[in-house]
């Protein structure tokens, strides 16, 4: 009995609702310095150890229209983790340090690693 009902309970825990966070609407301002930004940049500092973010966009061209995903991990001063979904299947990976960068990218099969 608890094996046919397990999967069911991980497949609700998987799936379960969650209200997405909506970016409230503003105006741009034009005439903002850059030293400004990058005072408000550092005055807005976050002290973290680890971050996730989970994120969506949206690709449109002349031809075709796409929705994707990308969750982002962050290990502060060392390493950061992109991964792009398509229809929840991987379709790229990103990891970058303060060494190198590498990314994969699983329709053709690209490879890519740089040190700097």
Do not use: W
Request: proline share 2%; charged share 30%.
């Amino acid at each position: 009995m608890i094996k046919k009902i397990a999967p069911i309970l991980v497949f609700l825990f998987l799936v379960s609702c969650k209200s997405k966070a909506v970016l409230s609407e503003g105006k741009a301002d034009d005439v903002l310095s850059a030293n400004k930004v990058i005072e408000n940049h550092y005055n807005n500092k976050l002290d973290f150890k680890t971050l996730y973010i989970k994120a969506s966009a949206r690709y449109e061209d002349d031809k075709q229209k796409q929705n994707v995903s990308a969750d982002i991990r962050i290990k502060k001063d060392e390493k950061i983790l992109v991964s792009i979904r398509f229809l929840g299947i991987t379709m790229a990976k990103a990891l970058i340090t303060p060494e190198e960068v590498k990314y994969y990218e699983v329709i053709n099969g690209t490879y890519f690693e740089v040190n700097y």
